[in-house]
């Protein structure tokens, strides 16, 4: 394929967060370089073709569902020595299980230029989907983002879920569908069985869908809608009814600040 190079981006690789799939979520940012970028390499696994709509009709597209970190580094190399541009399209965030770490530690030992472009992730996107703020006044004040074990991550003793469970905090898990029944007894463990928790599957994709039942029958409704990947899981006390006393001070007119002082 003969590529003419992008006028509008230096040769590079572009790591974007494309969000967890509605294409009106991505960033300006992202979006311009999507749409100009000479080489889109991305997730094709996870990545909705919805996101690469607006890609130029000859850029060169590169699928990485099938190939390993020691294939796509080479191309990636390659293609920015041949003074191309390229967009490395990621679902959600850079900053959460994207290994986006190792593929830049590989750029770096070869001297080629990268650039990082954040976006929103799942737990986000879902929060807004229903309506919730997951940071109620008197009531929970965290938000914890985290996984369960599997066999290509290991989790660190310390941040066994039941231990985070303690927290009681707005709690966010991911790659949980296939260790459901594991998850929802960890989580018993600490949160009342009749905690509210969202099943949201295909966040932002035209397939989504959002459940929110109690936490005693988190596995049973995993389980009957045949979940098995993409999904978030979110468990938190701010998903049910918040009493009236629980507002936030920031906006009370007995509450004063630098620029609203006490009248």
Known sequence: M???PSNSLKPAVYFIGAGPGDPEL?????????????????????????????????AELIRTGNKTLEEIIPL???????????????SGDLTLYSAVREQ????????????????????QAAAAKLEAELTVPDLVQTIILTRIGGRASAMPPEE?????????????????????????????QYY??????AICFRVGWPDEQIWVV?????????KQQELIRTTLYIISPALGEIRE???SRLYHPEHSHLFRPRR
């Open 2 to 4: 003969s590529i003419s």
């Open 26 to 58: 991505l960033t300006i940012k992202a979006h311009k370089i999507i749409a100009s970028a000479d080489v889109i390499i991305f997730a094709d696994s996870l990545v909705p073709k919805q996101i690469l709509q607006d890609v130029r009709p000859d």
């Open 76 to 90: 990636t190399i390659a293609r920015v020595k041949a003074n191309l541009s390229v967009a490395r399209i990621h």
């Open 104 to 123: 830049i530690q590989a750029l770096a030992a070869a001297n080629i230029p990268y650039e990082l472009i954040p976006g929103i992730s799942a737990f």
């Open 160 to 188: 066994e879920l039941s231990s985070l469970a303690a927290h009681k905090a707005s709690l966010c898990l991911y790659l949980a569908a296939r260790h459901v029944e594991d998850a929802q007894a960890r989580l018993l």
């Open 192 to 197: 009342p069985p009749d905690t509210p928790v």
């Open 214 to 222: 109690p936490l005693e029958k988190m596995a049973q409704t995993t």
């Open 245 to 247: 006393e629980t507002r």
